[in-house]
């Protein structure tokens, strides 16, 4: 059984396609928005600059990360400073009610919050609401902020102020 010229083209086509195919391949993707115009859109150019932006934003989210890990690292550290300073020392708070401590216009400086406890830490002294230093009324201890009463009227301390 001998094969025509026909079918030892049909045999052999697939092979030499594929040789083809292995040796020009570069070239072949190279060119190839010539043959088709929609891979016009999945350049190298086009690929390296969405590689580029995908890096950027994967620069950022471990960025933020890194922010999120820190912020809860200082939740727990001020969670532990607070626990410690309260629960331990609780013998040592001697809390100023009612108490001038110098009746005079003195600017306070905010150091620490404790919401949770209506407590704060003014000018070194530890504090609760209805506390009184250097002549001002504790009013409100909140999060970020506390209120006093002064001979002026409230006034609000942040506590990065």
Not at 29 to 58: V, W
């Amino acid at each position: 059984m001998y094969l025509n010229s026909k079918q030892l083209i049909f045999l052999t086509f697939p092979f030499i396609v594929s040789a083809l195919v292995y040796f020009f391949s570069t070239e072949i993707i190279s060119n190839a928005h010539y043959i088709f115009p929609a891979y016009e859109k999945y350049s190298n150019k086009d690929l390296d600059a969405k590689t580029g932006t995908y890096l950027q934003i994967e620069a950022e989210i471990k960025k933020y990360q890194n922010i999120e890990e820190k912020i809860v690292q200082r939740k727990n550290e001020a969670k532990w400073a607070a626990e410690n300073l309260f629960n331990e020392k609780s013998q040592d708070y001697k809390p100023i009610l009612n108490k001038q401590v110098e009746s005079k216009q003195h600017a306070h400086t905010v150091q620490a919050l404790f919401p949770e406890n209506k407590t704060a830490i003014i000018d070194d002294l530890i504090v609760k609401e209805g506390d009184v230093v250097y002549g001002d009324v504790i009013v409100k201890i909140e999060r970020n902020r506390v209120q006093l009463k002064t001979k002026k009227g409230l006034k609000w301390l942040a506590l990065f102020q």
